[in-house]
């Protein structure tokens, strides 16, 4: 029995027999393992063995070696709403320290906009060109540009002043906004973010005709 992991190109001989072992795929390595007579694993986590050691594999929301730490925690100021004028951001504040990949938004009510509104208010951003432009920005706690995100990379649409973006098959109208870091980054516990509005953020004396406020309950996405 072998275990191969591809990143290190490594190879392990494990210990014992085959009888109760089958393949299965755990961080990057392709192993024989077996289920355990007695799991420590909780939140949801799958026990196996393989020679004599206890293993656990975790869902994507819990790591450690026994699926102990979550990995997606709502944060310590919901709900988080923001406006679209007059410097109204929400308050995002870490519930601990650690390395995050990014954040979470499950929409709770109301919505945005910069033009025809409040007709064309969406939950993450202005429907007045369609429900495919974002115009949630997240900065430091002190309004700092460049932004958090969008990273630099992403393509940002000013032409008529709504700083928008588009991420792929996903809407202003989602009841879910994830918003996914390129590289993790590290935070304290209490740690402050602030959720924009786009035009609110870059250009506050266009947003006299802009209307709305939403209002989500807000996660940080913690890295394992």
Not at 113 to 136: H, L, M, Q, R
């Amino acid at each position: 029995m072998i275990n191969y992991c591809l990143g290190s190109k490594r190879c392990e001989l494990l210990a014992g027999n085959s009888a109760g072992y089958s393949p299965v795929s755990s961080e990057n390595c392709m192993f024989k393992a077996k289920k355990c007579d007695l799991s420590p694993c909780v939140n949801g986590g799958t026990c196996f063995m393989i020679g004599a050691n206890i293993n656990c594999a975790c869902t994507e929301q819990f790591a450690g070696p026994y699926c102990s730490v979550p990995l997606v925690m709502e944060v310590a100021s919901n709900p988080v709403c923001f406006e679209a004028k007059d410097g109204k951001y929400g308050v995002i504040l870490a519930p601990r320290e650690g390395q995050i990949r990014g954040f979470r938004f499950v929409h709770i009510s109301g919505g945005v906009c910069w033009y025809s509104c409040p007709a064309k208010e969406g939950f993450w951003g202005g429907t007045f060109f369609g429900n495919d432009d974002i115009e949630v920005h997240i900065t430091d706690n002190k309004s700092s540009i460049p932004v958090i995100y969008p990273p630099s990379g992403v393509a940002i649409d000013f032409s008529f002043g709504q700083y928008s973006y588009k991420l792929e098959g996903v809407t202003n109208m989602d009841p879910v906004l994830e918003l996914v870091l390129t590289s993790p980054m590290a935070v304290t516990a209490r740690q402050e973010f602030q959720m924009w509005f786009g035009q609110d953020l870059f250009h506050r004396s266009w947003g006299g005709d802009n209307s709305g406020k939403s209002c989500s309950t807000a996660y940080l996405l913690y890295h394992p």
